[in-house]
Structure formats: structure tokens, C-alpha cells
């Protein structure tokens, strides 16, 4: 049901990612990650994820920016 649908993880904290892609992908989710702002905005324009969910608190630009 949800395979193909791509979402894009963002934390700087690998805990929470590796949390997250667990749940996700036992949900059939396609998951990347990336552990700054500035790496999920290359992600994002490479892949062109379908969700992208981001940590507030980020380093260099963080998820309001």
C-alpha cells in the first residue's frame, strides 16, 4: 500500500532515525535520512521525497529555516 511512497528523515540525532526508518519501513515506506539541513536540501532536490519529516532543532539550518 505504501510502497514507492518516499519520505525523507532529518535529525541530527541517529537514534531518532533509526527509530523512525524502523516504524516506517515496517509500514512498506521508502526511507532516506540525512543528519543536517543542509544535507536533507541536496537529499530533497536529488530524490524528490514525498514527505519530508524534519527535526526543529537542527544544526546549521535547522527545520523552520
Known sequence: MNEGFLILLADDRAESRDTLRYL???????????????????????????????????PELDGLE
Open 24 to 58: 516506517l519501513e515496517q509500514l512498506s515506506f521508502e526511507v532516506l535520512e540525512a543528519a543536517d539541513g543542509n544535507e536533507a536540501i541536496g537529499v530533497a532536490e536529488t530524490d524528490d521525497p514525498d514527505l519530508i519529516l524534519v527535526s526543529a532543532d537542527l
